[in-house]
T-cell receptor, first 113, second 115 residues
Framework: DVKVTQSSRYLVKRTGEKVFLECVQD?????MFWYRQDPGLGLRLIYF???????EKGDIPEGYSVSREKKERFSLILESASTNQTSMYLC????????????FGPGTRLTVT | GENVEQHPSTLSVQEGDSAVIKCTYS??????FPWYKQELGKRPQLIID?????GEKKDQRIAVTLNKTAKHFSLHITETQPEDSAVYFC??????????????FGKGTKLSVKP
């Protein structure tokens, strides 16, 4: 049974702080993804990685960076948090071969004040 | 750029009725079309998917159809039950390489099934 975990369910940070969100998967998946979920906007891709130390920008990478030093772990970094980054952040992983089903983590609700 | 449009944004049906959610995609290279269900406070989970070499797929009360020529695909839920109430997301695979399984999602449909 695939398990994707995220470091926090709820997080409150102040404007300008550096924020780390961590995601761990236990299925040896090659692909990992970070999404942002906002009401009425669906799931928007921030960054993804298809291999260790590889990363590619998604649709809304501005203000974010990522790190993938180990296959099972994918971190999302907000260098200087801003109030417009208040959102639900979802991590997902999938195999690099078929089937390409993405398995999601429980999400981190980040509030920046 | 690539885009997935999903309609309607909200849908309310009576228990036992059918529900249909429609999506269109822009990238002709898309070849994988999954549907995810997200119950309130929970993570999205795959409920059904279809590949571009298949026109229709069914799993009990849910079915998905794909029209490649028109670039649209639909989710059909029959005999709806209150536990079908959730937000449903369609998605299409992105055509460019690098990572298979990279998806672009629609904005979601909130389905409410009234008992």
């Amino acid at each position: 049974d695939v398990k994707v975990t995220q470091s926090s369910r709820y997080l409150v940070k102040r404007t300008g702080e550096k924020v780390f969100l961590e995601c761990v998967q236990d299925m040896d998946h090659e692909n990992m993804f970070w999404y942002r979920q906002d009401p009425g906007l669906g799931l928007r891709l921030i960054y993804f990685s298809y291999d260790v130390k590889m990363k590619e920008k998604g649709d809304i990478p501005e203000g974010y960076s990522v790190s993938r030093e180990k296959k099972e772990r994918f971190s999302l970094i907000l260098e200087s948090a801003s109030t417009n980054q208040t959102s639900m952040y979802l991590c997902a992983s999938s195999s690099g071969t078929e089937p390409y089903e993405q398995y999601f983590g429980p999400g981190t609700r980040l509030t920046v004040t | 750029g690539e885009n997935v449009e999903q309609h309607p944004s909200t849908l309310s049906v009576q228990e036992g009725d059918s529900a249909v959610i429609k999506c269109t995609y822009s990238d002709s290279a898309s070849n994988y079309f999954p549907w995810y269900k997200q119950e309130l406070g929970k993570r999205p989970q795959l409920i059904i998917d279809i590949r571009s070499n298949v026109g229709e797929k069914k799993d009990q009360r849910i079915a998905v159809t794909l029209n490649k020529t028109a670039k649209h695909f639909s989710l059909h839920i029959t005999e709806t039950q209150p536990e079908d109430s959730a937000v449903y997301f369609c998605a299409a695979s992105r055509g460019y390489g690098g990572s298979q399984g990279n998806l672009i999602f629609g904005k979601g449909t909130k389905l409410s099934v009234k008992p």
